[in-house]
């Protein structure tokens, strides 16, 4: 009895396929998310109030200190200073603008709270002005916001600085709303 190769090679696909289908049990909804882990391999699962799956985590990987961090509820909670970590700059400034001290402020709590935390500030800028312009700008912005933290008194060993001047913009548009969202220093945790 002759069977083709692809036939063969079908079956073993739907045979390590149907390896990897796993059944999870829904847990009690009374959260606004819960994450449901039935014992029987290393995956959790979070759902939502209605029920539907929004994320899937596996154990095995090695989620970073930051990646945890992030998702710890002073970071998610939108009314906290610490969810917010891009401070906006004016045009052709590296001025920190009134509206973002608060959140400095918050973020340099953290830091002195936690000395073995450490961020990155990350400089950008519009694509207006030369490439050299714009990583000195964005690096002037980053040290801005790094003056401030050092004064509230983080140790300058908590944080490191980079410039991307203009090349890694949020927006896309050539227009005065796309400019002022890509001149920022983005606060990262690591």
Known sequence: MKINKTVI????MLALLSGCSKDVVKDDLSDSTNSVNDGSNNETYAYSEDGTKVTELNLD???SAAEVLMQSPEFLDPASPLSKRTIYFEYDS???LNEFIAVIEAHAQYLMTNPNQRITLEGHSDERGTREYNIALAEQRAKSVFKMLKLIGVMGNQIDIVSYGEEKPVALEHNDDSYA???RVEVVYK
């Open 9 to 12: 090679s079908l079956f073993i």
């Open 61 to 63: 990987k090695n989620f």
């Open 94 to 96: 590296s001025q920190v």
């Open 181 to 183: 969202l890509n001149r």
